[in-house]
């Protein structure tokens, strides 16, 4: 196959052109960290692409709150934030796409739920972002578009109430609750308004435990 940027096809472009371009995260943050300290890490990405700061490595470091970890060596950091300052070596340089690779993986709630609100901001500012993900409930959360892949076929590929809502297999634990009760419902937030809406202005969930 082929794989297509801005139009272009990404084998005629220069290797220096495809990393201006694009900005890849693996599965792995550790790979990308290598220097001494986390500013040395975002300076390192400006000037393998030949850019100046330009307050580009302190904004970086305040959005993914890692400022107080400026002057930190990356691998004595979290997992949690080992990924963030890989995130920021992508975003230090505003590639128009991010393509990231299982990049919940090791995360609780609370990190994800800070991942897909930093990645809608992106895509708010015209950037596009493409997860390779194995979470279906990341995915009904925060994807526009989603598709399903098998042996390297497409086998699934539209919105994602249409694809995950309809699935049996890719459908998060939620919409398996909501089957039959409310249709193509993919988050939490997506059933209380269902419930509310079924239920009166103020939905109320039940259990009862009997013998």
């Known amino acids: 196959g082929r794989?297509?940027?801005?139009?272009?096809?990404?084998?005629?472009?220069?290797?220096?052109?495809?990393a201006a371009g694009v900005g890849y995260l693996s599965q792995d943050p550790s790979d990308y960290l290598f220097r001494d300290t986390v500013e040395?890490?975002?300076?390192?990405?400006?000037?393998?692409?030949?850019?100046?700061?330009?307050?580009?490595?302190?904004?970086?470091?305040?959005?993914?709150?890692?400022?107080?970890?400026?002057?930190?060596?990356?691998r004595d950091l979290s997992s949690g934030?080992?990924?963030?300052?890989?995130?920021?070596?992508l975003v230090v340089a505003r590639p128009p796409l991010l393509l990231l690779d299982e990049p919940?993986?090791?995360?609780?709630?609370r990190l994800k739920e800070d991942l897909g609100d930093f990645l809608t901001g992106l895509v708010r500012e015209g950037a596009g972002v493409a997860v390779v993900t194995h979470?279906?409930?990341?995915?009904?959360q925060y994807a526009d578009r989603v598709v399903i892949m098998s042996e390297g076929t497409v086998v699934a590929?539209?919105?994602?109430?249409?694809?995950?809502?309809?699935?049996?297999?890719?459908?998060?634990q939620i919409g398996r609750l909501f089957r039959g009760f409310g249709e193509a419902v993919l988050t939490v937030e997506e059933a209380l308004k269902r419930l509310g809406r079924e239920g009166g202005s103020q939905p109320c969930l039940r259990a009862e435990a009997g013998s």
Do not use: M
Not at 81 to 89: I, M, N, P, S
Not at 104 to 109: C, H, N, V, Y
């Open 81 to 89: 934030e080992r990924q963030r300052v890989a995130l920021a070596l």
């Open 104 to 109: 919940t993986r090791g995360l609780d709630a």
């Open 135 to 140: 979470d279906v409930e990341f995915a009904a």
């Open 3 to 18: 794989v297509w940027l801005a139009g272009r096809d990404a084998a005629t472009i220069p290797r220096p052109g495809l």
């Open 157 to 172: 590929d539209g919105p994602r109430h249409e694809i995950l809502g309809t699935s049996l297999f890719y459908c998060p």
């Open 40 to 74: 040395e890490e975002l300076r390192f990405t400006l000037a393998s692409l030949g850019r100046e700061d330009a307050g580009a490595v302190p904004a970086a470091l305040e959005r993914l709150k890692l400022t107080k970890h400026r002057y930190s060596n990356p």
